[in-house]
Every structure is written in structure tokens, then in C-alpha cells.
């Protein structure tokens, strides 16, 4: 079925070494994928999106990389800073109606 | 800050009791959907509204309705309200329904059902 799911649950790194965040997905016909921050008490902050058409997309910080020959997005976080930790979900637009599934998330903790 | 503004942020309910979660969009967007997340999993998509109507639904009983307004703020309605509705609920906001936009969530409703 459907399935939007992460290879690792934790990832513990060291301030200013590089995050990689790795997430699988199931649905091919999906065709945009979304990363998300999300702390404590909050709702989920937008990171990055990247649609289908393309293969990496950077942003302040922040790459995504999307293999659709299998199925992969992963997260990329230069230089990541305590400020980085969270929990972190990837999301695929499922059917271009605007519903998100989401993986069940990896949680990242950034070491002083 | 999003613009995705949610009310109340928490709440307990007794079982059985029926709820009604607020959601105000970011300005100018005209499609909301709304989410369950439980307790160290990622969000369940529950349904979409655009334009004033139900636009999608995720695998949720009917207990579970919404509404949609003409400013686009949304209320999620749930009856008879059961131990495992406890969760947070999340609200997103986007520009248009069908494109591949951004979505943009409120900080949630935290619902506890005892």
C-alpha cells in the first residue's frame, strides 16, 4: 500500500557535522514531496519541497534529493547546529489532491 | 509564525462528549486540511475542504466532520469521542487545492479524551 517510511528513527550527530535523513516511499505516481521540522509543542515547519521533475534542490542549509528510479528523498543539513533538532518528517503529495502522507519521522539530536 | 492560527490549543473531553477544533488559514489560502497525529507518529491526513466543501477524506469514520467558511477558516467536529482520539490536531493551509503547493500548519489542538 502506500507508505511513506523512514530508514532510521534517530540520528544523533555532532554540532557542525553534516544530517543526512533518509526516507523511502512507496507510491510512484506520487509526484511532490515535502519536508518538515517539527518541535516539541509545535506543528510541522516547512523545510523544502522538490517535485518530481527534478533531482536535488538546495536550500539555505538544506538539500533534498529525490531517486525516483527507487523511491528515495533524503535531507541533507550542512553544518547542522543544535537549533536543528527535532523530529523530521518526509510528506508525498499523494494523487495531486493536496493529501499528505507522512512517514512516521526521525527524530534528530544535535551533540554540543 | 505561519498564519495557520489554531483554538484552542488544548482540551479535555470525556468519552462520549463531541468537540469543535478552530482553524484560521493563512491569508489568502483557500484550502484547508486537517491532520491527526498521535502520539510518535507522523500526521493522518483526516480531510480537505476548498472552497466551502470536502475536497478528499482519509480513513476516518463520520464522526469525524468539518466545515469550511467564506473567509476559509475551517472547524473540525468529532461525536462521540473515543480514548483513541486523544492526539494532537493539526490544520494546513494552502494556496490552491490541486496544485503542488506549500502547506502550512498551525501550531495544533492538543485533545485529550479521558
Known amino acids: 500500500g502506500e507508505n511513506v517510511g523512514l530508514h532510521l528513527p534517530t540520528l544523533s550527530v555532532q554540532e557542525g557535522d553534516n544530517s543526512i535523513i533518509n526516507c523511502a516511499y512507496s507510491?510512484?505516481?506520487?509526484?511532490?514531496f515535502i519536508w518538515y521540522k517539527q518541535e516539541s509543542g509545535k506543528g510541522p515547519q516547512f523545510i523544502i519541497d522538490?517535485?518530481?521533475?527534478?533531482d536535488k534542490r538546495q536550500g539555505q542549509r538544506v538539500t533534498v534529493l529525490l531517486n525516483k528510479t527507487v523511491k528515495h528523498l533524503s535531507l541533507q543539513i550542512a553544518a547542522t547546529q543544535p537549533g536543528d533538532s527535532a523530529v523530521y518528517f518526509c510528506?508525498?503529495?499523494?494523487?495531486?489532491?493536496?493529501?499528505?502522507?507522512f512517514g512516521q519521522g526521525t527524530e534528530l539530536s544535535v551533540k554540543p | 509564525e505561519t498564519g495557520v492560527t489554531q483554538s484552542p490549543t488544548h482540551l479535555i473531553k470525556t468519552r462520549g462528549q463531541q468537540v469543535t477544533l478552530r482553524c484560521s488559514s493563512q491569508s489568502g489560502h483557500n484550502t484547508v486540511s486537517w491532520y491527526q497525529q498521535a502520539l510518535g507518529q507522523g500526521p493522518q491526513f483526516i480531510f480537505q475542504?476548498?472552497?466551502?466543501?470536502?475536497?478528499g477524506r482519509g480513513n476516518f469514520p463520520p464522526r469525524f466532520s468539518g466545515l469550511q467558511f467564506p473567509n476559509y477558516s475551517s472547524e473540525l467536529n468529532v461525536n462521540a469521542l473515543e480514548l483513541d482520539d486523544s492526539a494532537l490536531y493539526l490544520c494546513?493551509?494552502?494556496?490552491?487545492?490541486?496544485?503542488?503547493?506549500?502547506?502550512?500548519f498551525g501550531q495544533g489542538t492538543r485533545l485529550t479524551v479521558v
Open positions: 522538490i517535485r518530481s521533475n527534478m
Open positions: 494546513a493551509s494552502r494556496l490552491e487545492k490541486a496544485l503542488n503547493t506549500e502547506a502550512f
Open positions: 507510491n510512484s505516481a506520487s509526484d511532490y
Open positions: 510528506a508525498e503529495n499523494y494523487n495531486q489532491g493536496g493529501k499528505l502522507i
Open positions: 475542504y476548498y472552497r466551502e466543501e470536502e475536497n
